[in-house]
């Protein structure tokens, strides 16, 4: 892991300081995360999204503004995933400490 101390003194490291949160978030259940469609901002669950699975890939639509979302395409040995269509996602995740289930927002 690389770091580096810049001058107003913060830490920096490299992307591998990111694999605990990442490994967290990505082995969530991805149907249940928040989504916010960065064209008209509405958020929806995944699992409300429209799919289109006969794509080269899978490619998520906005059920309201039909803006292209999320779109995965797996190859050989790799897989991608292209989110620019989103604001942000909202994974839920285990809160150390408390029993599963739905967290107030
Ligand atoms: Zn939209």
């Not at 770091?3 to 991805?30: K, Q, R």
């Given at each position: 892991m690389d770091s580096d101390l810049t001058l107003d003194g913060n830490l920096t490291l490299d992307g591998n300081a990111a694999a605990g949160v990442l ?65 942000w ?17």
């Amino acid at each position: 892991m690389d770091s580096d101390l810049t001058l107003d003194g913060n830490l920096t490291l490299d992307g591998n300081a990111a694999a605990g949160v990442l490994a967290e978030v990505f082995v969530s259940e991805c149907t249940t995360a928040m989504t916010r469609c960065d064209a008209c901002g509405a958020v929806e669950m995944v699992g409300a999204l429209k799919a289109y699975v006969q794509a080269p890939g899978t490619v998520l639509r906005c059920r309201h503004c039909e803006s292209v979302l999320l779109r995965v395409v797996r190859g050989a040995g790799s897989c991608w995933v292209d989110v620019r269509g989103l604001t942000w996602m909202q994974f839920n995740v285990a809160t150390p400490g408390r029993s599963s289930g739905a967290d107030a927002v």
